[in-house]
């Protein structure tokens, strides 16, 4: 009796698959203290009328239908830019609200500096606390890595946008990148533009910052 023998062929590990989607970051448009330069925590502040129109320009390249998930800001100056972009809906999360300036809600950096005597940056020196106790980097770095959390559970599902304010958008860029809590000092946000994280090749990825929508 003759046997045979058939080669065995182990199969290839599967590839894992390439990370996709985009986390898209809206700041607020205008509001009275974002146009004098008054550090705007908690104060809750309505967009002024330049800011209501920016808010609405967003609205004709932004689509809801584009996004599985929409999450906003509790204060009104995110909320109302959401509405007005076209995203009525979007859920308030608590840990995008703005950084806690403490001592130094409502004063400009260059009216700190000049107490201080030297060049003062919230990244680094932190704030002092108020009526409220204020943050630090760090802290403002847990509040991130939470929302990252919770954006990239629903990637799979859709592209995820958030309405919020100029630090803690930035500090949501450095952590998505893993810059430490202290480089959100060399990125620049204006109101009412528009920012993308997203991967590029496989890796967490800026790939749009501070945009501008064209009128």
Do not use: C
């Not at 898209?24 to 705007?40: M, P």
């Not at 920016?54 to 999450?71: K, N, P, R």
């Not at 946008?161 to 949501?172: E, K, Q, S, T, V």
Request: proline fraction near 7%; avoid cysteine; aromatic fraction near 6%.
């Amino acid at each position: 009796m003759t046997t045979s023998t058939e080669s065995r062929i182990d199969p290839q590990p599967a590839t894992p698959a390439e990370p996709t989607g985009r986390i898209v970051l809206v700041r607020h448009g205008e509001t009275e203290w974002s146009r004098s330069g008054q550090h705007t925590g908690s104060t809750d502040l309505p967009l002024t009328t330049v800011g209501e129109q920016q808010a609405m320009l967003l609205g004709t390249v932004l689509d809801a239908s584009d996004f599985g998930l929409a999450l906003s800001s509790p204060l009104a100056r995110a909320r109302r830019t959401a509405e007005l972009a076209g995203f009525p809906d979007a859920i308030v999360e608590p840990d995008l609200i703005e950084w806690d300036y403490g001592a130094y809600e409502g004063r400009t950096t260059a009216e700190i500096s000049a107490e201080l005597g030297h060049r003062w940056d919230l990244w680094h020196d932190g704030v002092p606390a108020g009526t409220t106790p204020g943050e630090s980097a760090a802290d403002v770095r847990k509040r991130a890595d939470r929302v990252l959390d919770r954006a990239r559970a629903a990637l799979p599902d859709g592209d995820v946008i958030l309405f919020a304010h100029g630090h803690m958008l930035r500090a949501i860029a450095i952590a998505w990148v893993e810059l430490a809590p202290t480089a959100g000092t060399i990125f620049a946000l204006s109101t009412s533009t528009l920012s993308e994280l997203g991967f590029e090749h496989g890796r967490p990825a800026i790939r749009v910052w501070n945009a501008p929508v064209e009128h």
